[in-house]
């Protein structure tokens, strides 16, 4: 959505910033995952972040009509 929407001279930024997410997210998960394993069991962590990954995503689409009424045919930044 992002790649299709965002004007062409901020594409490289974007790029940019999908590398850092997709290079540091799996280890900030990681390190969140062992961290409330090591202080709770072992099942905690995942379904936690799945209510708040679910949780998010829901106020987010409420919050944002934008986000809601996204049309892939015509995308607008």
Do not use: C, K
């Amino acid at each position: 959505m992002m790649q299709a929407a965002v004007p062409d001279a901020m594409r490289g930024r974007l790029q940019g910033l999908f590398i850092v997410v997709v290079a540091g997210g799996p280890r900030v998960g990681a390190l969140y995952a062992g961290t409330l394993a090591t202080l709770t069991t072992l099942w905690f962590p995942p379904l936690l972040g799945g209510v708040l990954v679910i949780t998010l995503v829901a106020m987010l689409a409420r919050r944002s009509r934008r986000f809601h009424d996204y049309d892939a045919e015509n995308p607008e930044p």
